[in-house]
């Protein structure tokens, strides 16, 4: 098993510009979650997914979009980028979120964006 | 407001000297509580799941423990490559809440 795969590692964006962070998981997991890291501020939840074609918002979900059309690809968009979106970013997966003991998180190595 | 707080934020500890890192919370209807190691310019790597009050885990030099307000993290006789930032994590609903972390750093 791969785990959770994202590409890419890094980019760079100006501001305005669009781009798809991707994110696939082959553990067959129904949860599927985006975060971003940033300094002095832990993890944020951006969007997640409970299975194919159920998305909805974390705690910090504007200026991103999210769908889920296959249960192991979960892909992040940037309509518009803004130099507020410099993170890095990270996508992780579990069996589910809603039965017992089976919500562990597995996560992927991480995309580091810029956008200047 | 669901809520993780970590302490201390950075930890150095001479290598064999033991100590615990702390994950308090406050969050409505507690499903689980996670602890991750992440090394720098990698994803958070798995450590231990805890569920419910009480509930011990171990693995090598780490053992996490829960009670109903927080969860520690022991480490005994700590190496250098134990030296990383140790993430908690509640699960609550369907959502995650990270703490900032402890940045833990152990010389030789």
């Known amino acids: 098993n791969a785990g959770v795969t994202q590409t890419p590692k890094f980019q760079v964006l100006k501001t305005g510009q669009s781009m798809t962070l991707q994110c696939a998981q082959d553990m067959n997991h129904e949860y599927m979650s985006w975060y971003r890291q940033d300094p002095g501020m832990g993890l944020r939840l951006i969007h997640y997914?409970?299975?194919?074609?159920?998305?909805d918002q974390g705690e910090v979900p504007n200026g991103y979009n999210v769908s889920r059309s296959t249960t192991e690809d979960f892909p992040l968009r940037l309509l518009s980028a803004a130099p507020s979106q410099t993170s890095v970013y990270f996508c992780?997966?579990?069996?589910?979120?809603?039965?017992?003991?089976?919500?562990?998180?597995?996560f992927g190595p991480g995309t580091r964006l810029t956008v200047l | 407001e669901d809520q993780v707080t970590q302490s201390p934020e950075a930890l150095r500890l001479q290598e064999g000297e033991s100590s615990s890192l702390n994950c308090s919370y406050t969050v409505s209807g507690l499903r689980g509580l996670f602890w991750y190691r992440q090394d720098p310019g990698k994803g958070p790597e798995f450590l231990f799941t805890?569920?419910?009050a009480g509930e011990e885990k171990e693995k090598e030099r780490l053992k996490a423990t829960l009670t109903k307000k927080e969860s520690f993290l022991h480490i005994t006789a700590p190496k250098p490559e134990d030296s990383a930032t140790y993430l908690c994590?509640?699960?609550?609903?369907?959502?995650?809440?990270f703490g900032t972390g402890t940045s833990l750093t152990v010389i030789p």
């Open positions: 997914s409970v299975g194919a074609g159920i998305t």
């Open positions: 994590a509640v699960h609550t609903g369907n959502q995650f809440y």
């Open positions: 992780a997966s579990s069996y589910s979120s809603g039965r017992a003991r089976t919500d562990t998180q597995y």
């Open positions: 805890l569920y419910s």
